[in-house]
């Protein structure tokens, strides 16, 4: 399995040294963290063409990841973002962890930065409108929150909801969007070891712009699964349905897992371009993650299962 070389993931001198990041990625169930760079052949009905050729994956600066952004709760306009969430009130902050769970509570983020050792992984971010970064991100995985609230057998789902504000976000007051903003993973998704609560980017504290003060990555998921600003955290049994689910249907799906060969109704999946890079590139099927992640979809239709 190809990973990415040191020497192309610590280009910001804010970043913490490369040594401290092998460590911690070494002790982070064997190396999980780290990005594959070509995908496990897969079988049936997942497989339909064969694994693009791998390229380089150097890390975007962190003036990229954090001057292009998708937020609409602010803005549709990416370039935007950052200066409408600039005054988005982020401490104290407080998420609400219950629903189907033995021992539900409300936690303040710093007990939880305190709580749980603060990991770096590199991560890439496909985005479902064919662009792609590669971020690092600080974080702790989600399952060790969910460990401490004990989910109960009959949990199946876990449900997210950002903050509803509209004075703090201006489109949130728009009609068209049945805020505030839900995400949902399968618990075994959940509980995977490259599942991330992020709190930080580059060694620094996550910019509003890019979900602080707590937002959930999913690597092998387009972005838009990787829901910002987080409130409350629900077990529960049955599927979630998502913002983008409720509002288009047809074309987002609840798994939302990153498929070159199954392509978006209005345009082809199968190739990405790189924030700050010339051209486009094949797009990895997960994200470059199969290895790690294809077996929670063994026997799954990919196609119908979108």
């Known amino acids: 399995m190809n990973r990415i070389p040191s020497s192309e993931i610590t280009p910001e001198s804010i970043y913490l040294s490369r040594r401290r990041w092998m460590r911690e990625a070494i002790l982070a169930a064997g190396a999980l963290a ?36 998708n937020y609409y709760e602010f803005s549709t ?6 200066g409408l969430a600039a005054g988005l009130i982020t401490s104290p902050w407080q998420v609400y962890v219950g629903g189907l769970v033995n021992k539900p509570g409300t936690y303040d983020l710093d007990l939880l930065r305190r709580k749980f050792t603060i990991e770096e992984r590199i991560y890439r971010l496909r985005c ?26 009959d949990a199946k789902y876990v449900k997210f909801t950002t903050l509803y504000d509209p004075s703090q976000m201006p ?17 075994d998704e959940a509980m995977h070891p490259l599942t991330l609560l992020a709190t ?35 077990l529960v ?13 047809n074309e987002y799906g609840f798994y939302a897992n990153v498929n070159p060969d199954v392509p978006h109704p209005r345009w082809s999946q199968s190739s990405e371009r790189r924030i700050g890079e010339l051209g486009r590139r094949p797009t990895l099927k997960f994200n470059g993650y199969a290895d790690e992640v294809a077996s929670l979809y063994t026997g799954m239709d990919l196609r119908k299962n979108y």
Request: glycine letters at 6%; one cysteine or more.
């Open 34 to 69: 780290l990005a594959a760079c070509s995908p496990a052949s897969l079988s049936g009905e997942e497989a339909s063409s064969p694994p693009a050729t791998p390229l380089p994956d150097t890390p975007n600066t962190y003036e990229q990841i954090t001057g292009y952004n």
């Open 171 to 187: 489109e949130q007051n728009s009609p068209f969007y049945p805020w505030p903003y839900v995400e949902g993973l399968r618990l």
């Open 128 to 153: 479902v409108e064919g662009w792609s970064m590669v971020i690092p991100w600080n974080g702790f995985p989600l399952a060790k929150l969910l460990a401490e609230v004990e989910p109960t057998s």
């Open 237 to 249: 049994v049955n599927q979630p349905t998502s913002l983008w689910m409720e509002i288009a249907p």
């Open 77 to 82: 306009d990416k370039e935007a973002v950052a």
């Open 200 to 234: 930080g980017l580059y060694g620094k504290d996550l910019p509003p712009q890019n979900g602080a003060p707590l937002r959930l990555v999913v690597p092998w998921k387009y972005g838009f699964k990787s829901i910002k600003a987080i409130v409350k955290i629900e």
